[in-house]
């Protein structure tokens, strides 16, 4: 027996350990599978699509997977001419300064302020008033753009609460249209995007916060250190981690504007400081079907988002020591 084990070499045993693994963990390894196969299907073979951005000028009868449209004239220069027309636009550096501008501005606003709600929140101990107050948080997270859009168009209006609330107070002298005004719409854009998400961003940092053990508080009370104190030298560090992660995410998203939100809020009075990419390129490229030319822009977006993630994940991989990959 012990001659017959000892003839059996590493590859083999690891093999069979293997196995074995694989049976013992089969139902946890059919729900992995099952979610691989949606992630392949749902978001790696679509960028076979990705061709047509190279395309000269692609007809949407035309299906992806023919030799008709495999054989189709590519794009001048190489493939990239819809990049170097997108790139010459006389709108580009508009369109560039919209996105990063509402992108940096929900990064600095929108992404702290949650962080700071949830630890707020954790310091409330009446469990039916924190319920309360989460709950309101979170519930416009549920509803569309499309009724929280229309909702605002109405609060907004001259004629509007917004209004009715500042001539009240005496903020204002008269009643202002706020969406035809450009000026007003970054803000508009970051205030309301806040107002929608801050309550559910929350929650993944109260789930951290309830995580931390709570013996580092009560010798941090023996110690003699206050609330505030304690959230700086306990709490924020112990979801550091955390945050770090979020953040990274939140830098790969600084060009997606939500195209959503700014669509149910757009109009031609404010499209000065309204006009960004996914709009561009939708009442630019999708309405005058040049498909070719709205498929450069999206995969010019995603390549800067993803160089984008890769920087800030390296960055704070070696400031902090703590990276998404």
């Given at each position: 027996m012990a001659k017959n084990k000892t003839n059996l070499t590493p590859t083999a045993l690891n093999k069979k350990?293997?196995?074995?693994?694989?049976?013992?963990?089969?139902?946890?390894?059919?729900?992995?599978?099952?979610?691989?196969?949606?992630?392949?299907?749902?978001?790696?073979?679509?960028?076979?699509?990705?061709?047509?951005?190279?395309?000269?000028?692609?007809?949407?009868?035309?299906?992806?997977?023919?030799?008709?449209?495999?054989?189709?004239?590519?794009?001048?220069?190489?493939?990239?001419?819809?990049?170097?027309?997108f790139f010459k636009d006389e709108e580009f550096v508009n369109i560039m300064a919209n996105t990063i501008g509402i992108g940096l501005l929900k990064l600095l606003i929108c992404f702290p302020i949650p962080i700071a709600f949830a630890i707020l929140l954790n310091e409330v101990h009446n469990a039916r008033f924190k319920k309360a107050i989460q709950t309101i948080s979170y519930l416009p997270h549920f509803l569309s753009w499309v009724v929280?859009?229309?909702?605002?168009?109405?609060?907004?209006?001259?004629?509007?609460?917004?209004?009715?609330?500042?001539?009240?107070?005496?903020?204002?002298?008269?009643?202002?249209?706020?969406?035809?005004?450009?000026?007003?719409?970054w803000g508009i854009v970051v205030l309301s995007d806040l107002w929608k998400e801050m309550g559910w961003s929350a929650i993944i940092y109260l789930a951290a916060i309830s995580g931390i053990d709570q013996e580092m508080y009560e010798a941090a009370e023996v110690d003699g250190a206050s609330r505030l104190r304690q959230i700086f030298s306990?709490?924020?560090?112990?979801?550091?981690?955390?945050?770090?992660?979020?953040?990274?995410?939140?830098?790969?998203?600084?060009?997606?504007?939500?195209?959503?939100?700014?669509?149910?809020?757009?109009?031609?009075?404010?499209?000065?400081?309204?006009?960004?990419?996914?709009?561009?390129?939708?009442?630019?490229?999708?309405?005058?079907?040049?498909?070719?030319?709205?498929?450069?822009?999206?995969?010019?977006?995603s390549v800067v988002a993803t160089g984008l993630l890769v920087i800030a994940n390296q960055v704070t991989k070696k400031v902090n020591d703590t990276s998404l990959f």
């Open positions: 350990t293997l196995w074995q693994r694989l049976k013992e963990e089969r139902y946890l390894q059919i729900m992995a599978w099952i979610g691989l196969l949606w992630m392949v299907v749902f978001n790696y073979a679509p960028m076979y699509g990705i061709i047509i951005a190279f395309k000269k000028n692609y007809r949407i009868t035309t299906p992806l997977f023919s030799w008709a449209f495999l054989k189709s004239d590519w794009a001048a220069s190489g493939g990239f001419q819809h990049f170097i027309n929280l859009g229309g909702i605002l168009t109405t609060w907004l209006d001259e004629s509007g609460l917004i209004n009715q609330l500042l001539t009240g107070a005496g903020v204002l002298d008269k009643p202002i249209a706020f969406l035809a005004y450009p000026k007003y719409f306990i709490t924020l560090p112990s979801i550091k981690g955390t945050i770090i992660i979020m953040f990274i995410l939140a830098v790969g998203q600084l060009l997606n504007s939500n195209f959503d939100q700014i669509f149910v809020l757009w109009n031609p009075l404010n499209s000065e400081r309204s006009n960004v990419i996914d709009i561009y390129t939708f009442t630019t490229a999708m309405r005058s079907m040049r498909y070719s030319y709205a498929s450069a822009i999206g995969l010019f977006k």
